[in-house]
């Protein structure tokens, strides 16, 4: 199915409002930083601050009235946060944004506690944010990302995307990652891709180095060329580390036997 029409009824050709709705893959865009939403304690936040302990991103668009395929891609967030080491809110923030204008901070408090739950303690230092802001402001967020949506009076529900967006530190989009499942490897990959390299483990570096991003597939392959390169080095270094062994065995027992 369609994700993007998931609660739509099907049929020969989509009706254009319907049609309109999507991901782009606006790869390298800048959110705007000076977004005003509130969060679901009734607080201002902006958008800037979202990124100023240096991490990387997982952006999702939905809203909290969804009947079904925002609380899909909220499942399949929560499924891919328990596999990850470490916790949300210290290597990564996730920040959920309703694009339902009608939505409150009361019902984003009793959509967050539903999946923040799900997860147990996965989350610290308030790492998974759920807001929700007037239809212009969050609209610049959409945008910006390539989230389109549109809302369909007749069903009185939004036809969306299925999807999340990774951002970087600096707030630029960096990964897309379709679906309303994301396999475990992707979800690391995608956050690791976003992050500073400064703050990645060489484990990471060698893993990045081994797979990268098919858009045809949309998800992480390995890579045969780098395979084999990081084989070729591995290789090196154990004969190099042989024939050195071997050489300094050589002297002691030429200097044990005179």
Same mark, same amino acid.
């Given at each position: 199915?369609?994700?993007?029409?998931?609660?739509?009824?099907?049929?020969?050709?989509?009706?254009?409002?319907?049609?309109?709705?999507?991901?782009?893959?606006?790869?390298?865009?800048?959110?705007?930083?000076?977004?005003?939403?509130?969060?679901?304690?009734?607080?201002?936040?902006?958008?800037?601050?979202?990124?100023?302990?240096?991490?990387?991103?997982?952006?999702?668009?939905?809203?909290?009235?969804?009947?079904?395929?925002?609380?899909?891609? *909220?499942? !399949?967030?929560?499924?891919? $946060? =328990?596999?990850?080491?470490?916790? %949300? @809110?210290?290597? &990564?923030?996730? /920040?959920?944004?309703?694009?339902?204008?009608?939505?409150?901070?009361?019902?984003?408090?009793?959509?967050?506690?539903?999946?923040?739950?799900?997860?147990?303690?996965?989350?610290?230092?308030?790492?998974?944010?759920? *807001?929700? !802001?007037?239809?212009?402001? $969050? =609209?610049?967020?959409?945008?910006? %990302? @390539?989230?389109? &949506?549109?809302? /369909?009076?007749?069903?009185?529900?939004?036809?969306?995307?299925?999807?999340?967006?990774?951002?970087?530190?600096?707030?630029?989009?960096?990964?897309?990652?379709?679906?309303?499942?994301?396999?475990?490897?992707?979800?690391?990959?995608?956050?690791?891709?976003?992050?500073?390299?400064?703050?990645?483990?060489?484990?990471?570096?060698?893993?990045?180095?081994?797979?990268?991003?098919?858009?045809?597939?949309?998800?992480?392959?390995?890579?045969?060329?780098?395979?084999?390169?990081?084989?070729?080095?591995?290789?090196?270094?154990?004969?190099?580390?042989?024939?050195?062994?071997?050489?300094?065995?050589?002297?002691?027992?030429?200097?044990?036997?005179?």
């Amino acid at each position: 199915m369609n994700p993007v029409t998931a609660n739509i009824p099907s049929g020969n050709q989509l009706p254009a409002d319907v049609a309109s709705a999507g991901i782009s893959e606006n790869i390298g865009a800048q959110v705007p930083l000076n977004v005003i939403l509130t969060d679901s304690e009734g607080n201002k936040v902006i958008s800037k601050d979202w990124f100023k302990d240096g991490r990387p991103v997982v952006l999702v668009m939905a809203y909290y009235s969804c009947p079904m395929l925002c609380n899909m891609v *909220l499942t !399949g967030v929560a499924d891919a $946060v =328990k596999t990850m080491p470490g916790n %949300v @809110g210290e290597k &990564y923030r996730i /920040i959920t944004v309703s694009i339902d204008p009608s939505d409150t901070p009361e019902s984003a408090r009793k959509f967050s506690s539903k999946y923040i739950g799900a997860v147990g303690n996965k989350v610290k230092n308030n790492g998974w944010e759920f *807001l929700v !802001g007037s239809e212009s402001e $969050v =609209k610049r967020i959409g945008d910006a %990302v @390539g989230f389109r &949506y549109k809302y /369909i009076p007749r069903n009185k529900e939004y036809a969306h995307g299925a999807g999340i967006m990774v951002l970087t530190p600096d707030g630029k989009l960096s990964r897309c990652l379709y679906g309303i499942e994301y396999k475990p490897r992707d979800f690391k990959l995608a956050i690791l891709e976003a992050s500073d390299r400064r703050l990645v483990s060489t484990t990471e570096r060698i893993m990045m180095f081994c797979y990268a991003y098919d858009s045809h597939s949309q998800g992480y392959a390995l890579v045969a060329v780098n395979i084999m390169k990081l084989g070729g080095i591995v290789t090196v270094i154990v004969l190099g580390g042989a024939i050195i062994w071997l050489n300094f065995k050589y002297k002691d027992r030429k200097k044990y036997h005179g």
